[in-house]
């Protein structure tokens, strides 16, 4: 459904990443010099229970769910959420500059109807203007995006179970995009005016996206994941998938795995980001990244970031949004310092509390 009205600010939402592994949540509170946490809390899910990005197990979720609810104060009743990039159909589109947003909107429809291969009936679409556009001043780029209804109703019905209202269902690489905002002083200085690559590689789906001063103009997920670390971990060890899991975090494992299975893996994931951005470059005609920013839990893999910066050349860090513009207490600090970077879907989501949105 197409909304219809820009708002000066939207509700403060909690930002809720629904992973394949964990649900993580978090809530933001802004200030002048940037953002702080209020509440954060990760909770793990059933095996099985999400399936690239798809709810298998809606009874496993909800039960997730409720915990996260409970940690947050009552008085929030709103969430952004997202699905996934690959269930969601965009393309940019012209339009003249001229035209109001009730007229975008209904030129949107007729434009809609002949890009989608569904029914209007059931898929739910949005638009959102971008920039001027360079070859004709007269016109304004609009970025039209299309998904099947079903996939949005799934997350809006799983939030609605735990009475959390879904004021916005993003995409999961654009959530990705917008959490650049926190880790932008990170980089070094000018970064904002260059091409970083952010990488998030999660449980099983590994999201890129390309931002450019600022603005998110790329998106992309690889079914590729911590999950196929810890099979081979399983494999070669004849661990189960449980022990294997945990070895992972803890790091409990001998001394070949660096050499049997780390380094493979390390390859299989650099082949990964390799083929996503020679995608990116061929779609963009730009010759390479500047930066490279790695998150997610499978980032914290131990030599991942110099492994990918020494192949590719090009700077690689792995995201920390305490060194850019977030705080916390001491307290969340210290619990978060070690795993901060598999908030950053999260952290995108809940952004959306403090950027201009249509109701």
Known sequence: MLGNLWTKSAPQMVGIDIGSHEIKAVLLSKHTDGFKIVNHISVPLRKG???DHDIRE???????LSIVKRRFPKSVKYAAASVSGSAVMTKVIYMDASLSEEDMESQIEIEADNLIPYSLDEVSIDFETLNVNSADPSKVDVLLSACRTENIDAKIDALDQVDLEAKVIDVEGYALGRSFELIVD?????????????IDIGANILTFAAVEKGETTFIREQTFGGEQFTQSIQSFYGMTNEDAEKAKVTGELPRDYMFEVLSPFQ???LQQIKRTLQIFCTSSGKENVDYIVLSGGTARLEGIANVIMSELGTQTIIANPFKGCL????????????NIGKYMVAFGLALRSYAQWRT
């Open 327 to 338: 705080s916390a207490d001491d307290k969340d600090t210290e619990i978060l310092q070690n």
């Open 186 to 198: 990170q980089l070094p200085e000018g970064a904002s005016d260059k091409v970083v690559a952010m």
């Open 49 to 51: 229970a999400v399936v």
């Open 267 to 269: 390859t299989q994931l």
């Open 58 to 64: 809606q009874e496993s979720v909800s039960e997730a």
